[in-house]
């Protein structure tokens, strides 16, 4: 009994995983028109704000491939604009992917490439994962640092 193999075609994707306060993002990177889907929406119906799209789309604007590449996300967590930076930071590091893999480079070799994604990423600041998180509560007081007032008499 021979097992029929399916000639579909594999998708080639890039993956990156983006975390923000207490969001996480999983970007997929494919060749594409432009489509950006969260959780299965379009990103102008999931961002109400308009700032929050353009945040999530910072690193395709800088390099110039806003129209090249279709990114499904999936993102949990956190609120809106935890949820752009995560989706920002989870772009980024599947653009970095693509471009590694499309260059052929071996991990030290993308600093010696001055037009690599990653060096122009860096220097946006896009590379660096934004590590402030809400402070816990502490006992005794109103909130992280907040106490009540005191009275000396």
């Known amino acids: 009994m021979a097992i029929a193999k399916s000639k579909k075609s594999a998708v080639k994707q890039n993956y990156g995983t983006g975390r923000r306060k207490s969001s996480i993002a ?3 990177l ?3 028109t432009g489509n950006i889907t969260v959780n299965g929406v379009s990103l102008e119906q999931y961002f109400g704000r308009k700032t929050h799209r353009i945040i999530a789309c910072q690193p395709l604007e800088l390099l110039n491939l806003s ?3 279709d990114i499904k996300v999936t993102v949990v967590g956190g609120g ?3 949820q752009a930076g995560a989706i920002r930071l989870a772009i980024t590091r599947a653009l970095i992917e693509y471009d590694l893999a499309d260059a052929g480079n071996v991990a030290g070799d993308e600093a010696a490439n001055e037009n690599s994604f990653k060096k122009q990423l860096r220097a946006a600041g896009y590379v660096t994962r ?3 998180r809400v402070e816990r509560k502490k006992v005794g007081l109103v909130g992280a640092r907040k106490a009540k007032q005191f009275s000396k008499r």
Do not use: L
Request: charged letters at 35%.
């Open 30 to 32: 494919s060749k594409g």
């Open 67 to 69: 129209d090249n590449f």
């Open 80 to 82: 809106h604009t935890g």
């Open 26 to 28: 999983r970007a997929f």
């Open 130 to 132: 934004d590590a402030r």
